[in-house]
């Protein structure tokens, strides 16, 4: 529970009129009209100037009244709880106790804040004091039921709720809670009789129909749980509704009707309304993200409007916040844009518009976006850590400062900053994908799906997110569910790779190999210079019988006009995949020249360079290509012997999802050699498995591996693999020296096995 329970309308008129006999006896009515219209505003949503009129208020309440005094407090608790102030709600209401400490209504307000604060047990502390004074307080029962559940009481929970129901049926919020309790424990017959009931009794209340329709979407029902939704929207014709109905669309791929409905919110419910503008930055469409917050910006602020039109601006994200999402919006763009310098350009120029109206905060966070996106870590780091300086609570600013150590490379403080944020904000979602975005990358399917899943719950439509589940579900095996998830990102943009490398990435896991091809193709044909579509591509073909004469061949289609360095770079990884490196130094020279952006074939170049001991060269070809510093980095610290360093720099290669493998498997040969985190090491040598099959060195990793973890039949098994596919290159430019090394770690896999003759075997030859 994330809320107070609201007091009901008759309550605060009978607290209005108690408050006001006070100032009434001693003959002033001026602050009768100041809590009058302090009560009016809180009813209207404008709570900051409704805490202002109850403190004028307040002011003038003589010491002699605790219970008037107590009573303001709640109110002002109330307001403060609603600005989203919980510390501000919660010294207000010490406060109203303090002055009536046998004030049943402000134990149950602190209650209700203690259970949304996440501590269920001093709420029911409070319910259980007021029960002791009145056994049959609905409000109590109420809160000592949601208690129980909270703190994992679902039985005790279940005979309070139904307790309350029987003394007072037209408590929804309770038939909801108790519906839920049912169908957790599977009885969703029982569920759905509470939840229609419910609908039944009150006809005017869309929680019940809502209810009911996420039980018939979580079960696969698509029709009834639509269906239900619409019923809900024609119960209430409120906002909340037909945002839920337009969040159900999105999840069934229905972007248009999404779109078209949280337009018509936009246009009916307030202008200065983000639904739509947020909802296209979800999608990934930076554009239209952009001219749809342009627009909220430019609508003028509120004057002379009803008051129901002022509540709904209320509700409106804030100005600032706005303009926020604004400048990371015209940020976003960048990626995919070929003059990135422009969308830096135009964010700098907004932010030098707006900046007069942010915290210092939030300009500090917005600085330090900028700075990354610009490619400027030095400031963006200086900016970072002001902003959590400034407001160490922000889950934004920790957020922003974790991006920044991670465009950084400093994986580990990216994670402590991300989960910080998290602690001070456990729903704030872009902490929540980014974590599980780097627990994906670092192996961690299980937990990257625990963080994950609350996101697009939460926001249907978010295309990283989708991307992101859907990649889990393929690692987890479950096709189906991840191509459903896939084709859902792939409705949100349609211009993107990344929906298309998951779909063939399922192809591929269930071996159809010609549907990976075709989706592969089609990632490549969007985004030329994906390293993972690339890869994957070059994967497919090693499925297939390659010959020399046949990357030749494709070496001059490539080459002919219109030349294309995709298809070079795949000739040239190809090559060097079969043991052919100098053709595939050729070839990806080729692909460079091409496209001198071309940073995957920079890098596929500066591995087949370090293969062979050119260390140098290897060092040359990637000083150009950002996103192979990492590895870049990884290699001259380990030729400089400082292992730390080393390790570091691979990890946060693989943490950037480096392609070609070298990194995954260079940390891991560190970590088994170094006897030292050998199940990460182990999922390392795996990953680099999959990236690289045809490597022997690869293999002579995951062997080496193994015989640290003391697996040694494993071991024996995957060694005789590397010696045997390293023999089978020996005429293409295989090190020798290579071999005998794949030969002396399979015959220590043969002697710790107790196979002491295959191991003096092997040496003689």
Known sequence: MREFYRIRRIRQFVAVCCLSSVFLVGGCTSPVQKLTRAQHLQQEGRYTEAVREYSRVLARVPES??????????????????LGEPKGALISLQNALAADPESSLARLRMGELMLAAGAPQTAADHAKWVLARDPSSPDA???????????????????????????????????????????????????????????????????????????????????????NYRKAVGAGDDRES?????????RASRISEAEQMLAHLDQNYSPVSTLRADFELLLGRAV?????????????????????????????????????????????????????????????????????ELDAATSESLQAEIAVVSGDLAQAQVHAARAVELAPESAPANFVAGLVHHAARDVPEANRLWQTALEKDPDYLPARQ???????????????????????????????????????????QQFEAARLIARRAMAADTTAAEPHIILGDIAMGQNRVAVAFIEYQQA????????????????????????????????????????????????????????????????????????SSRSTAAAAL?????????????????????????????????????????????????ERGESS??????????????????????????????????????????????????????????????????????????????????KLHLAEAYLRSGQPQAAAALKKQ
């Open 242 to 250: 037909k945002l839920r109905l337009a969040q159900f669309l999105a």
């Open 65 to 82: 009244q605790p219970q008037a005094i107590s009573l303001i407090g709640m109110h002002i608790a109330e307001c403060q709880w609603a």
């Open 606 to 654: 500066a591995l087949t360079y370090a293969s062979r001991g050119k260390q140098r060269a290897a060092a040359e070809s990637l000083s150009s290509s950002a996103e192979s510093a990492d590895l870049l980095a990884g290699l001259r610290a380990a030729e400089r012997k400082d292992a730390a360093s080393a390790m570091g720099s691979y990890e946060a290669a693989v």
């Open 141 to 227: 029962l109420t809160l000592l039921g949601a208690a129980y559940a909270a703190g994992g009481g679902v039985a005790q929970a279940q005979t309070v709720f139904e307790q309350v129901l029987k003394n007072d049926p037209g408590r929804v919020n309770v038939s909801l809670a108790l519906a839920q309790i049912h169908a957790a424990g599977g009885d969703e017959l029982k569920a759905r009789h509470i939840l229609h009931a419910a609908a039944a009794a009150h006809s005017d209340n869309p929680a019940p129909w809502l209810a009911l329709a996420r039980m018939e979407e979580e079960r696969g029902n698509s029709a009834a749980a639509e269906e």
């Open 288 to 356: 239209e993200a952009v001219r749809e917050y342009n627009r909220t910006l430019q609508h003028p602020p509120s004057s002379d409007r009803s008051p129901a039109e002022t509540a709904r601006e209320q509700s409106a994200p804030t100005r600032p916040l706005v303009i926020a999402r604004l400048i990371e919006a015209e940020l976003s763009k960048a990626p995919r844009e070929v003059k990135r310098t422009e969308s830096v350009a135009s964010a700098r120029a907004l932010f030098a518009r707006y900046n007069g």
């Open 524 to 595: 490549i044909l969007l985004e030329p210079n994906s390293a993972e579509a690339i890869a994957r591509l070059s994967r497919v073909y090693r499925k297939g019988r390659i010959t020399r004469p046949m990357l030749r061949r494709m070496e001059r289609v490539a080459a002919s006009a219109p030349a294309s360095p995709s298809l070079m770079e795949i000739v040239g990884r190809l090559y060097a995949d079969h043991g052919w490196h100098n053709d595939a130094e050729r070839a990806l020279r080729q692909a460079t020249e091409l496209d």
């Open 661 to 742: 493998g070298a990194a995954a498997n260079n940390l891991a040969w560190m970590y088994a050699q170094n006897g030292i985190k050998l199940d990460r090491a182990l999922e390392l040598a795996q990953l680099a498995r999959r990236l690289a099959p045809r490597d022997p060195a690869v293999l002579d990793t995951m062997g080496f591996v193994q015989l640290k973890r003391r697996e040694y039949s494993q071991a024996v098994e995957t060694l005789k693999q590397a010696v045997e596919l390293a023999a089978s290159n020996a005429g293409k430019h295989a090190a020798p020296d290579l071999v005998q090394q794949f």
């Open 434 to 476: 980014a974590v599980a975005a780097r627990a994906l990358a670092a192996g961690d399917v299980a937990g990257a799906e625990a963080y994950i899943v609350p996101v697009v719950r939460q926001e249907p439509a978010n295309f990283q997110a989708l991307c992101i589940y859907a990649a889990i579900l393929e690692r987890k």
